[in-house]
T-cell receptor
Framework: EAGVTQFPSHSVIEKGQTVTLRCDPI?????LYWYRRVMGKEIKFLLHFVKESKQDESGMPNNRFLAERTGGTYSTLKVQPAELEDSGVYFC???????????????FGPGTRLTVT | GQSLEQPSEVTAVEGAIVQINCTYQTSGFYGLSWYQQHDGGAPTFLSYNALDGLEETGRFSSFLSRSDSYGYLLLQELQMKDSASYFC???????????FGTGTRLQVFP
């Protein structure tokens, strides 16, 4: 079974530019999550999709961030325009529809390291 | 607010036992998870406790005390490959998001 994949692995952009991150979850996983880790701090939740619907986007920092999940498969996270404080590692995770409890096992991708200069 | 505290770094030698503690203050607490992350890699699920007590999975065990808002991860028979960062994470009732601690970097020496 292929794991969660993310593209690109690294991205360096200038302030004001646009970047789009992509996540391919494990096949058959209805739940898809985005998290980010900034400057060695804790990993913070951004949002949660169930299939193509946004279930919880309480962690999205502002309207410069736009997440989509077309057809309930892969997801993209666009940052436009990027600011210096957006630098960090963006993780995607997925999980089964039926779980062992709230917050039970999520499968993470290796992350996209975003550097805004 | 929501907060989790864990030590920033722990060191140990091969073959030893190490315990990584996690205390939390979260509303709507449902369960406590542990994840391992090697440098540059994906966080990998290790364990999940929703009830008080000890869960054992091979060399790793995890403990939860809901009344004390406290849990720990116990790693036995340490190996060099266990050098990594370990995160505790809280699952919140009626949501699927995880709230993470800042992570504990474990260094295992020969």
């Amino acid at each position: 079974e292929a794991g969660v994949t993310q593209f690109p692995s690294h991205s360096v952009i200038e302030k004001g530019q646009t970047v789009t991150l992509r996540c391919d979850p494990i096949s058959g996983h209805d739940n898809l999550y985005w998290y980010r880790r900034v400057m060695g701090k804790e990993i913070k939740f951004l949002l949660h999709f169930v299939k193509e619907s946004k279930q919880d986007e309480s962690g999205m920092p502002n309207n410069r961030f736009l997440a989509e999940r077309t057809g309930g498969t892969y997801s993209t996270l666009k940052v436009q325009p990027a600011e210096l404080e957006d630098s960090g590692v963006y993780f995607c995770a997925s999980s089964h529809a039926t779980r062992g409890g709230y917050g039970y096992e999520q499968y993470f991708g290796p992350g996209t390291r975003l550097t805004v200069t | 607010g929501q907060s989790l505290e864990q030590p920033s770094e722990v060191t140990a030698v091969e073959g030893a036992i190490v315990q990584i503690n996690c205390t939390y203050q979260t509303s709507g607490f449902y369960g406590l998870s542990w994840y391992q992350q090697h440098d540059g890699g994906a966080p990998t699920f290790l364990s999940y406790n929703a009830l008080d007590g000890l869960e054992e999975t091979g060399r790793f065990s995890s403990f939860l005390s809901r009344s004390d808002s406290y849990g720990y991860l116990l790693l036995q028979e340490l190996q060099m490959k266990d050098s990594a960062s370990y995160f505790c994470a809280v699952g919140v009732y009626n949501t699927d998001k995880l709230i993470f601690g800042t992570g504990t970097r474990l260094q295992v020496f020969p």
